[in-house]
């Protein structure tokens, strides 16, 4: 086995396998066939619901690599939720296009633009082809061009994107929320590329105002709430799996964020008393 292939073997193991191998194995393998009707209903069913709990697995993880920088070790896992994805949703479906856009994602931060390009591609084909497609993924679609332009350095279509970005987000889901404060801190990082300190330091001010309100009433409401049931197993034939996987929030994730944010606000005022 070359290099190369062993460096990819090991990021694949790093960002997926080691959570999805065994709800995988029941899906690759062959099964008894049922005897009756409502074993075989009951047996599609537990399918399914492995299959939406890898594609949930996956791109959760995905997407944690990509928030942690590590966008190589997020290309296989985000790559595995498109291809179960399109297993349970059909190669047209509007369920593809977050993970068609957290791959192009992860291949622009990790500098394959040319197939970021293609997955944004598919991602914008499949909701021009939905005229209800909502505003709610449409202004995700926008901030991913957004930053797929700016990764090549093209700053004003960059801005174009990221400004229907903030719009659209903050037309669903208003002005001041976590959803619109993702465009105005990708907005701040392109007028910081281009030299206008002032204004990116003022989307700064807003990215972190709005993350300090919503962290702090998050770590409230979580603080008042009794501790949470036991969580039920995928492998637990009568019980749901969760549509959306929870991300618990911890003072210490409210202290990473905030911290960053603020380092990164005081660092920029610096830079611009020193001009």
């Not at 791959?103 to 622009?108: G, I, M, S």
């Not at 970021?116 to 005229?131: D, H």
């Not at 700064?204 to 501790?227: D, G, I």
Request: hydrophobic share 35%; aromatic share 10%; proline share 5%.
């Amino acid at each position: 086995m070359a290099t190369g292939d062993k460096d990819h073997h090991k990021a694949d193991w790093v960002s997926i396998h080691k959570q999805t191998c065994q709800p995988l194995i029941p899906t690759r393998t062959s099964l008894p066939c049922p005897t009756t009707e409502r074993e075989r209903k009951r047996g599609t069913e537990q399918l399914l619901r492995r299959q939406k709990y890898i594609i949930d697995a996956a791109f959760s993880t995905a997407q944690g690599l990509v928030w942690a920088g590590k966008h190589e070790e997020a290309r296989p896992a985000a790559l595995h939720a498109l291809r179960f994805g399109i297993e349970v949703y059909g190669s047209d479906s509007l369920q593809l296009v977050p993970a068609y856009l957290l791959l192009a994602e992860a291949c622009t931060g990790a500098g394959h633009l040319p197939e970021a390009s293609q997955y944004l591609s598919q991602a914008e084909w499949i909701i021009l082809r939905t005229p209800a497609c909502s505003a709610a993924l449409q202004h995700k679609l926008h901030r991913s061009l957004g930053l797929f332009c700016a990764a090549k350095g093209d700053f004003e279509k960059a801005l174009y994107h990221l400004a229907n970005d903030v719009y659209l987000a903050s037309s669903t889901f208003g002005r001041t929320s976590i959803e619109a404060s993702g465009g105005y801190f990708h907005m701040a990082d392109v007028f910081f590329h281009q030299n206008k300190v002032d204004i990116a330091n003022s989307l700064y001010t807003e990215v972190t105002s709005a993350w300090h309100s919503f962290l702090l009433k998050s770590l409230q409401a979580q603080q008042q709430v009794p501790k949470s049931r036991p969580e039920t197993s995928v492998f637990t034939e009568d019980r749901e799996v969760s549509e959306e996987p929870l991300t618990p929030l911890s003072p210490s994730n409210f202290a990473q964020v905030t911290f960053h944010l603020t380092v990164q606000l005081y660092l920029l005022k610096q830079q611009n008393t020193m001009e």
